[in-house]
């Protein structure tokens, strides 16, 4: 079985892919983690979690979510990452999660995907992530191949700057930036709610028409990048530069 997080559709596209190769069946994280359902999730195949890297490891939310939900049938998992750059040295963590939890760790695979950190980078055109994409589907591929010989990842050789990013630096990330004080809206809302809807944290709430955010975010860029009038914006870095959510659909 296939379990996906993602914020702006990387995460997404890349689990449809693997999906649809392995005639597996998926299941999107949102509304679970969202609601804090851990109820249990049998599969007799084995598991594959689709997620996007914040700061060189898995997001924390989805690490408690596995932390605290029973996976049972198979005991095999399998984790694919999609990134900006790198996952660095997320396997260690990986493989200590996978031990505190029963699982049989299989290995993590890196997929470098179009960039959506918004907060902190310049974030492609279409036309530009839509190259990103094809550029990735090769890597996607060579992933769906481990996967359907039931074939452990490689082994990652993370470097030291590698291992400090998803060591000290993860650290130091969510406790310095990741925070919702930034995030601001323009008089371009139209309050449609769409940026509560698809906060995995029910960390926005509208007051008055518009939305305000409550102290409790983990930088998943979904509010500020699916937001229809680009009305939301993350101090100034986020003037002018495109709101990315991924372009491409696996069924197209």
């Known amino acids: 079985m296939i379990l996906y997080f993602s914020g702006t559709g990387n995460s997404e596209y890349v689990a449809h892919r693997i999906a649809n190769a392995l ?107 839509i190259l ?8 996607i591929d060579q992933a769906i191949e481990y996967l359907r010989a039931h074939k452990d990842f490689p082994k990652c050789q993370p470097s030291i700057v590698e291992r400090l990013g998803s060591g000290l630096v993860n650290h130091l990330f969510y406790s310095l930036f990741v925070h919702d004080k930034k995030f601001y809206v323009t008089d371009a809302c139209i309050s449609c709610g769409l940026c509560e809807k698809v906060c995995p944290l029910q960390n926005i709430k509208f007051v008055n028409g518009k939305p305000l955010w409550h102290q409790n975010c983990t930088h998943c860029m979904a509010c500020i990048s699916r937001c229809p009038k680009e009305a939301i914006e993350y101090g100034k870095h986020s003037h002018g530069l495109p709101r990315y959510t991924c372009p491409k659909s696996s069924k197209s």
């Not at 750059?85 to 999660?97: Q, R």
């Open 132 to 139: 990103m994409i094809e550029k990735a589907e090769p890597v």
């Open 23 to 129: 005639c597996d069946q998926e299941m999107n994280l949102f509304e679970k983690i969202k609601d804090h359902d851990y109820t249990e999730l049998k599969s007799q195949s084995p598991w594959i979690i689709v997620a996007p890297t914040y700061a060189w490891q898995i997001p924390h939310i989805l690490e408690e979510w596995l932390e605290h939900t029973k996976l049972s049938g198979n005991k095999d998992i399998y984790f694919v990452m999609t990134c900006g750059d790198g996952i660095g040295n997320a396997e260690k963590y990986l493989i200590h999660l996978c031990s505190t939890i029963g699982m049989n760790y299989r290995g993590c695979y890196e997929v470098v995907m179009p960039e959506n950190y918004i907060a902190m980078f310049k974030t492609p055109t279409r036309q530009e992530a």
